[in-house]
């Protein structure tokens, strides 16, 4: 595992290859804000959680989906990993090149050993997770990993609260440029 580019306020955000080199470390906000800006408006976001999604999760992803949705332009959509694999991993990885990742792991709320293995589900699910983003990487998406320190309403609503302000701040300086 590499080492986290920006660690804020339980949120831990990787990034490798081509797009460590476009994005800011400054602070997370930052950060999200130029890897937004690396996205062609031809494109789309896909937004990946490695959790299960409750019914308050689901909501709190919808909202955030939906808000980058309007303020961005362009499509967003939450597919659950590793589910998802199956139905869109490939078209992600071979597809349109103007798509941009957002793969977004937590620490489980409670960890289950697998019986006759020597790891648990949620190292399994982690494990998942690091191949697709590794994968995403291989194949020149853009992609970062957002990593929660603990997975729960709150730090959800504090991961969406600093994707907002960032696109708050693309576009203001996206007015200031047209002024």
Not at 7 to 24: A, K, M
Not at 109 to 136: M, R, S
Request: without cysteine.
């Amino acid at each position: 595992l590499s080492a986290a580019r920006v660690n804020e306020d339980g949120i831990s955000l990787y990034v490798e290859r081509e797009t460590r080199r476009s994005i800011s470390t400054m602070n997370l906000r930052a950060a999200l804000q130029t890897f937004l800006e690396l996205r062609n408006p031809d494109g789309y976001i896909a937004i990946v959680p490695f959790f299960e999604l409750t019914p308050q999760y689901s909501d709190t992803m919808r909202d955030l989906r939906d808000r980058m949705r309007f303020e961005l332009g362009m499509p967003v959509q939450v597919t659950v990993g590793p589910r998802y694999l199956q139905a869109l991993g490939r078209s992600y990885k071979e597809g349109s090149t103007h798509g941009i990742f957002i793969v977004i792991t937590a620490e489980p709320v409670e960890d289950v050993a697998i019986p006759g293995a020597d790891y648990t589900f949620g190292g399994l699910q982690l494990a998942l997770a690091l191949a697709e983003f590794e994968a995403l990487e291989r194949a020149k998406k853009h992609a970062i990993r957002l990593h929660l320190s603990e997975l729960g309403e709150k730090s959800l609503k504090q991961l969406a609260d600093i994707v907002i302000q960032a696109m708050a701040q693309i576009r203001r300086v996206t007015q200031a440029m047209q002024d």
